[in-house]
């Protein structure tokens, strides 16, 4: 864990984030730690209740804590209803992303009709093709490669390794790490009478909204006709893998290794588990919740929460179910 | 949708694909569109019967369609037997790869023993490798990394920032998508007493046939004895992996985050659903299907369509069913 | 199959390696080689019974086995009581990795504040931060970028396009492959009232032992206050992801596209099948074996081998049962 950018006092984080202090408004906060490993200097927060009985022995100066818990902490504290949130935006005040010096870089090589803001930073060996527009405040990181006419809107981010195709536009505050592959041509193929493949040229794009975020070595593919499309304020985790023509709804959440196939449509806020699988041309409704190793083979048309995750059991008494499980279709 | 490249009529469309004209020959077409959004100089197609109630609604003032249909559309028809081949050689009529100029870019850095053909492109900061061989109309993006002694056939295209490594061969008319990784060591160890892993040089290579696709994000192991081996035209889609020694049969096709693990055999025209995964040494026959999320633990020694996904449920009928299940063992 | 870098004769091998010789130890080895390939100067392995049968027709010169299987094979035998192994370390004898030269490559741009070994070699078009330390005997593969205060022990070896974050250390003799991602950010959001995501800053870093292997486009992400940890020998394959947190113990296997979700602890010497997925916060015992595509909801406690796979069937059949599956909630 490193040193905060700044060291502020718990009453001027009370102050900035609109929480309640209760104790020493001038204790110093120079970092977040965990409760095992918090100095006097250090802010710690508590949202999941299994974490309260640590409180007693920390030695933080700060905690972030539910009213509720007020009492089980000596120190000074930050009270918040939602602890887990008051912990990000404290995250946010004392670990600021460092902005590296506007301009680009010496060896980067931009086309001259690409238009490039002077207070965008543009890293080295980063190759920008015709017509691209890259706004105010952006950061492009090493070796990214952006495409014909490409767009990103302002202060978005773009970590070291990042291939953005012809044509493709993100929104603001965007941030896509590194490998993340987006615009892809979409898996689209037409069967001769030999089962030959011809491949369909897919002409769509992939529009992205504001506040995007976009995992390591994730894909997303442009559309076949229309456009890929994700959403405001979306998140996704590392090794997506978004097909053609998805559409995903604001502020959804994706977790990793999660893979959506062709012209699915999920709804705002919907929540997905890691390494679940969607298959293509489904709606799935807004605001529901896959959990983990989901595999969604039809269309979910209301919200709630959904499994289909089979657990590990010791092989032999696996093995058994199996068995039994075939058998099945004899007994019915 | 971007404008085509050129613009066509209806007849010369027609002549050009072989199809049926039944309309005005002189519609002009330059473009193809979905059937709600398209206009007068649009090509729309209908392959699936379910959109055929839009086409009495569409803009469009050519359709490509089955013969069947052709009375449910008032405009110029392109009558085929397979309406989607139809639009999959149309778009590459309209929509065809711009082909960079060519030559070395100045940044390029290509080992002086390596063969470039003179029609080849060569993007910026592409590095090449002793003993390569780059043939007629190939096309590099920027970022690749060629290892010593890759060969591409003629007019195969890497998109950016695609990693070949050593004596990998690819044939002619491939497509590789960014990010994708051909060559990287297979996972090959052997564990000693202590359980420590002694790792196996991967001695093998990958030969990959032509018209071959390979998406963003994928990888294809080296052989650990002899290579891995992909057969003409089989198309890959995003972030699958290939563990070494795989083969895969003419004209396979794979859907996004498969993995198949080293030493499977893969028939010809296979067709493997997204998100499937496919243990080690296996035989799997020719024309066999996986559905989606397929997992194949054993040989499939006939052709036919397998599947093994189990759909979600909400969370309270699922885990009821698991604990039933569990209780299969005891009750049989 | 190359060529090997150097000839050998049995007898020098046996020396070297400490294997019992039983035939002529003149016998030249030149090269690994399949038991159908191999010629008079090949060297062939048995570690699996089911192979012994080619060893009657294999044109090899050279042979390492098991003493019980000695005399079924009429050429020079290295014995062993571990095949596998001799296998393995016959490999890196007669194919050991090509060392580039030391230097840094004129294209590289190092970072005034870093410190590369001068037996370190770094390829072209590297991007180093400041503060850097990369180790002697380093190898650093075109297109690397490594971020702020990044150690490399000595003789670590990143292929090409590897990407490692801010902080992040790497141990001695570890191997990363093209396309891996280590130190991206951790998926860790909280939501508000109205759903929108706040990011939490991911200030943690990745710690990874010696000996480690990470494979091609294999993502790690960074601790989101507390490090994430690679202990010594762990061997991970192509596309793993490895979320904010997580352990994994000395020595431990993981096979590709397998997903670890945040803080869960993997023990020492586990072996997880390909395609596995492991939810978040669980602790997995020492010794631990999950074969292919497992899923891990709850934490395993004690050693074991553990399945959950449902392998495929035709689909038919497999829809009888999926329907037989949800009337045992009703049966019971």
Known sequence: MPAAATRLTAGAIAAQLSLELDGDSDTPVSGINSLADANAEDAVFVADPKYLPQLADTRAGTAILSPAHRAQFAGTALLSDNPYLAYARLSQLLYPLSTPAAGVHGTALIDASAHVDPTASIGPYVVVAANARIAAGCVVGAHCVL????????????????????????????????????????????????????KIQQIGSVRIGDRVEIGANTTIDCGAIDDTVIADGVILDNQIQIGHNVHIGENAALAGCTGVAGSTHIGARVQVGGHSALLGHLQIADDVILMGHSVVSGSLRSAGVYASVMPVMPVRVWRRLVARFRQLDRRA
């Open 147 to 198: 495409g014909e006419s490409v767009t990103l809107g302002a202060h978005t981010r773009l970590h070291a390794r990042v291939v953005i195709h012809d044509r493709v536009a993100l929104g603001t505050q965007c941030t896509v790490h590194s490998g993340a592959v987006i615009g892809s041509d979409g898996f689209g193929f037409a069967p001769d009478a030999a089962k030959r493949w011809h």
